[in-house]
């Protein structure tokens, strides 16, 4: 069983940046893509970037320019870079995998933007 670990919300004011990571229990080479959502309160959940095993990334028109998906093989680790944070960005955000035709998913950490 794969496990997602999140680590890195937290508290910052609007024009800020955060640092999101998920740790893979295992090789992510074994995941077809890996992803970030996020769930704001009262909101269904929403993709917000994705990356390939082959590095192709892809970012929803919200956040494209502000946020960037990343990815260490070595450490299993995916990442999501987040400048200029906005208000509208508070929400929990959960790390995605896809291996073969298994999706698996992290506790989910806080982002919270004060403006």
């Known amino acids: 069983q794969v496990q997602l670990v999140e680590s890195g919300g937290g508290l910052v004011q609007a024009g800020g940046s955060l640092r999101l990571s998920c740790a893979a229990s295992s090789s992510i080479f074994s995941f077809n893509f890996m992803a970030w959502y996020r769930q704001a309160p009262g909101k269904q959940r929403e993709l917000v970037a994705t990356i390939t095993g082959g590095g192709n990334t892809d970012y929803a028109v919200s956040v494209k320019g502000r946020f960037t998906i990343s990815r260490d093989n070595a450490k299993n680790t995916v990442y999501l870079r987040m400048n200029n944070l906005k208000p509208e960005d508070t929400a929990v955000y959960y790390c995605?995998?896809?291996?073969?035709?298994?999706?698996?998913w992290g506790q989910g950490t806080q982002v919270t933007v004060s403006s």
């Open positions: 995605n995998a896809k291996q073969s035709e298994r999706y698996f």
